[in-house]
């Protein structure tokens, strides 16, 4: 059994894993990484790694989460020095998310290897809504404000939510739409979302 850590150990290790995870798995990926070379990575046993994570998987997940987390911030960021939004605006966000998340090494071996199937079937369900309600959470404030000032239609903010959420999951079927004819599609996607959600009267420069 693993001697106990002391609790600074403990977030020691624990932001270890979650670096040299990364590493691993934008490297191998996630079936070709086991708990050996996660383990030695981040210099402990393998018994330690379960006191800080059930699964391979959930530690994927979890670097999965510190990604977009990062990601959001500077989304965030970028959208509070909008002093306003029109269509133009709302679809270049669309684009610039698409185009981080793309250049994202990890997130990209997610989508175009379909990691993500192994990855949903071993994971707790009670783990994906929460990480839904975490996205839905961020964007519902904006959604709010935009329809407050008129920009954005008037709908449920899950609903709207859950409308742009389906851009980032588009990616996952690159295969089956085509290499060829994904980016014309994305961007199909993305002026349709951007009509349908931003009111037409507003100012689209």
């Known amino acids: 059994m693993p ?11 624990r932001s270890r894993l979650l670096t040299e995870g990364k590493e691993l798995f934008v490297r191998f990926g996630l079936k070709k990484t086991g708990i050996a070379e996660l383990t030695k990575a981040a210099g402990i046993s ?9 699964s391979k ?3 994927y997940f979890a670097i999965l989460e510190q990604e977009e987390q990062s990601i959001r911030e500077r ?11 029109n269509r133009s605006r709302f679809r270049e966000f669309l684009r610039r998310a698409m185009q981080v998340l793309e250049d994202n090494p990890l997130l990209r071996r997610l989508w175009l290897e379909r990691e993500i199937d192994d990855l949903l079937s071993s994971l707790p369900s009670s783990l994906m809504e929460q990480h839904t309600a975490s ?8 959604i709010k404000h935009w329809q407050d000032t008129g920009y ?11 409308v742009i959420r389906t851009l980032f999951l588009l990616p996952l079927h690159y ?10 599609v994305l961007e199909k996607y993305i002026d349709f979302i951007a ?7 507003c100012p689209d420069r």
């Not at 996205?135 to 904006?142: G, H, I, K, N, R």
């Not at 009509?195 to 009267?201: D, K, Q, V, Y």
């Open 3 to 13: 001697r106990p850590f002391r609790e600074d150990e403990k977030n020691r290790i």
């Open 46 to 54: 393998q018994g330690a790694f379960y006191l800080f994570f059930d």
């Open 57 to 59: 998987e959930e530690l």
């Open 75 to 85: 989304f965030l960021e970028w959208l509070s020095e909008e002093e306003s939004m």
């Open 135 to 142: 996205d839905t959470a961020v964007l519902e404030p904006l």
């Open 152 to 162: 954005m239609i008037q709908d449920s903010p899950e609903v709207i939510a859950g």
């Open 175 to 184: 295969r089956e739409i085509g290499e060829n004819l994904f980016p014309a």
């Open 195 to 201: 009509s349908g959600l931003i009111r037409e009267n």
